[in-house]
Every structure is written in C-alpha cells, then in structure tokens.
C-alpha cells in the first residue's frame, strides 16, 4: 500500500492501514498535529476503543469531541478543558446576580412610577 | 513491607505500592471509583506520564480534572466534557440576553418616567435641562453590556465550529 494514502494515525503509529482502519474518517493525514494531541493524552487503543464502541454516525463528533479535549490538556496540562467549565460557570453566577439586581431594579422603577402617576393625578 | 494498604491504583493495577507511587497521593484505597474511571478513559499509563511532567503541587488539581473530564466521558460517551461546554455557553447567553432585555427595560422606564418628573416654572426657550438628564451615561452602560455579548459569542465560535448540543 502507498504510504501516501495512510491517515494521520497510521501516519504517526507507524504502520499500515488498513481499508477499515477506525480512524481513518476522523484523522486525515492533512492535519498529523490533531492525532499527536489525542495520542498524547489518551493513547490510540484507547480512542480506537472509544470510536469504536459508538455507532458509526456519532464517531465524527465524538472525534472532534475527544480531539477539542486532547488540545485542551495539551494547552493546560493541569486543568485541560476543565478550565474552561469553571470560567463558564463563574460567567453564569455573575450574569445571574446581575440579573437579580437588574430585576429588582425595575421593580423599584416600576414603583417610583406609579407613585409619580399617582403624584401628577394629585396635582 | 509495613502494613499500608495499596492506593487504589495498584490494587486495580493488581501491583506492588511502591513508597515512591506516583498515584498514591491522589488515589486512595477507599475511593477504587476515582481511579477505575480514570484507568478506564485515559489509561494508567498515560495518567502517570501526565503527573510525572507535572510539579508536585500541580497534580492534585490535574487528578480532580481528569477524574472530572473521565466522568463526563462516561457520562456521555459522544461529547464528553465539551457537551457540558456547549451546554453551559447556551446557558450564559441565554443569560446574558436576558441581561439586556432588563437593562433595556430599565432604559425605558427612566424615559418614561421623564415626561413625568414635575418641572415647575420652566422657560421653553431654556434648553439646558436637555444636558442634566443622565441619558448618555445609561445608553453607554447598555452599549458596553451588548457589546460583550457580540464578543463572548465571537469567542465561543472561534473555539468551537459548531453547537454540538441541539
């Protein structure tokens, strides 16, 4: 077999692949950097195992998936993806306080209007 | 040999408890689920690789990572991790429309509330209470507000091509 038309994952095992190779469809040879960080953190029986324990049209998003969160851990090799959870949930928390305040804002408004009405109809 | 039980990696790895384990401090014998999730997603190998290029006072926190990373993998074996991403972006900016809707009711109800202000022997030919109004400052504070909306969501995208959460 031509070593042209091996994927990235072969590319990087150094073997052969083969016509039904697993990761073929996910790892194309074009980008070798997307299976080093998955091979790195995860080890390729590992992924191997993954994909193939999933039906074949989920396989591409559990690819992307796995390779997002290998590219994390490489990056951060503390807290990987994890990190970014964290920040998220924080975004969440402050957003939500702000939105507290902002309700009870208008509510405060919402009064001070009406007794401006109230005020007005007075006069 | 003293009489200290092997962590939790060892017993599963059915090996000796070395003095030196690397996995010792973080895989106590009395929690065999931390480490069996872990073994099971990344492998014990790769694991103790990740530690050992790690500083000492690192790699607690990389272990409650990768046991929190594990989890979600087996939680959801498709997405992992990065479904509850995708699930916690949607919620910020659900959120943060949110926000804005309310920020921009406020905004109203101060114009609103204006016309209604009693202002006694006003001279028509005087316009400089037009500049005593706090309008400006509030239309500043709602401009920055939905313009860090735009730019979250700038960022979300560069990281992620797509929602993986429909």
Do not use: W
């Not at chain 1, 390729?44 to 559990?62: F, H, I, T, Y």
């Not at chain 2, 040999?1 to 010792?24: H, Q, T």
Request: charged share 20%; glycine share 4%; net charge neutral.
């Amino acid at each position: 077999m031509s070593t042209s038309s091996r994927c990235a994952a072969c590319r990087h095992l150094r073997r052969r692949c083969p016509s039904d190779c697993i990761f073929a469809p996910y790892f194309p040879a074009n980008d070798p950097h997307r299976f080093a960080c998955v091979h790195k953190i995860y080890g390729s029986s590992k992924v191997g195992n993954m994909l193939q324990d999933l039906p074949v049209e989920l396989r591409a998003e559990a690819a992307d998936a796995i390779c997002i969160e290998a590219e994390c851990r490489v990056q951060d090799p503390v807290y990987g993806c994890v990190r970014m959870i964290s920040l998220l949930q924080q975004q969440i928390h402050n957003a939500e306080s702000q939105l507290v305040k902002a309700r009870a804002e208008i509510a405060v408004l919402g009064s001070h209007a009406q007794e401006l009405r109230h005020h007005v109809q007075d006069i | 040999m003293g009489g200290n039980s092997p962590c939790a990696s060892c017993k599963l790895l059915r090996r000796r408890c070395a003095k030196d384990c690397i996995f010792a401090p973080y895989f106590p014998p009395d929690d065999p689920h931390k480490f069996a999730i872990v073994h099971k997603v990344f492998g014990a190998s790769n694991v103790s690789k990740m530690l050992q290029e790690l500083p000492v006072h690192q790699r607690a926190d990389a272990v409650s990572s990768l046991v929190y990373e594990a989890n979600a993998r087996v939680r959801d074996p498709v997405y992992g991790c990065v479904g509850a991403i995708s699930f916690l972006q949607n919620q910020v900016s659900q959120l943060q429309m949110q926000l804005a809707v309310a920020e921009a009711e406020i905004l109203c109800i101060q114009m609103q509330q204006e016309p209604m202000m009693p202002t006694p022997q006003i001279d028509p030919d005087d316009k400089s209470f037009l500049l005593q109004n706090n309008l400006p400052h509030q239309y500043l504070n709602f401009t920055s507000s939905s313009n860090n909306v735009i730019h979250d969501s700038l960022k979300r995208e560069s990281i992620f091509g797509h929602d993986m959460v429909s």
